[in-house]
């Protein structure tokens, strides 16, 4: 069965600072990966995926994610924060091989940058 | 402008009393889904539907129906609420179901007192 892990209920950064967020995921097969961000009363938004190639996927606002498959984890990062960055981000998956699944989503983390 | 619209976002309602949360795409999307997001345990699949006239069940599809009679339009029917359907629902669509991201609503905050 797909799942979807994300460790940290609440990551806390200074603006400026580095800022990761984890997310490890199992699979039976080849893995499609994404990650979204979600403002107060807004739905979901798109910021990368994975699919295959290269491990490093650059996506939206700065942020990129990093798939390691030796580890299982797509983690989410950003070089520098914002304060505007602070947000609940979601992680989710789905098998290749698994035509007609859903995308499962982990629980959230949800990412405070202080100024 | 390309989007998802849900209505209503916010919704107050009794036990037993039938709604319909409604959910449009204007992307020609074949792809719309349904999820419901509560604390501690993110989101969950209700229903999706590949085409029209095509739904399945997600992984909670109990106490729920839908319907997809037009391409465009993917109504949520609660035929009789309880308190434990007290959540907040995210219509969402997408080209295909495999690559390409999904496209979601702003949510309906459902209470079911």
């Known amino acids: 069965a797909q799942s979807v892990a994300q460790p940290e209920d609440q990551v806390n950064v200074a603006e400026g600072n580095p800022l990761t967020v984890k997310c490890t995921y199992s699979?039976?097969?080849?893995?499609?990966l994404f990650w979204y961000v979600q403002y107060p009363n807004r739905g979901l938004q798109f910021l990368l995926k994975?699919?295959?190639?290269?491990?490093l996927v650059k996506g939206s606002y700065g942020f990129e994610a990093e798939f390691n498959k030796s580890q299982t984890s797509f983690h989410l990062k950003k070089p520098s924060a914002l304060v505007s960055d602070s947000a609940l981000y979601f992680c989710?998956?789905?098998?290749?091989?698994?035509?007609?699944?859903?995308?499962?989503f982990g629980k959230g983390t949800t990412l405070s940058v202080s100024s | 402008e390309a989007q998802v619209t849900q209505n209503p976002r916010y919704l107050i309602t009794v036990t037993g009393k039938k709604l319909t949360v409604t959910c449009s795409q204007n992307?020609?999307?074949?792809?719309m889904s349904w999820y419901r997001q509560d604390p501690g345990l993110g989101l969950r699949q209700i229903y999706y539907?590949?085409?029209?006239?095509?739904?399945d069940k997600g992984d909670v599809p109990e106490g729920y129906k839908v319907s997809r009679k037009e391409k465009r339009n993917f109504p949520l029917i609660l035929e009789s609420p309880s308190p434990n359907q007290t959540s907040l629902y995210f219509c969402?669509?997408?080209?295909?179901?495999?690559?390409?991201?999904?496209?979601f609503g702003n949510g309906t905050r459902l209470t079911v007192t």
């Open positions: 992307m020609n999307h074949e792809y």
């Open positions: 699979v039976s097969g080849n893995p499609y």
């Open positions: 969402a669509s997408s080209p295909g179901q495999g690559l390409s991201p999904l496209h």
């Open positions: 989710a998956v789905r098998d290749i091989r698994q035509a007609g699944t859903a995308l499962i």
């Open positions: 539907s590949m085409n029209v006239e095509v739904t």
């Open positions: 994975y699919i295959t190639g290269d491990n």
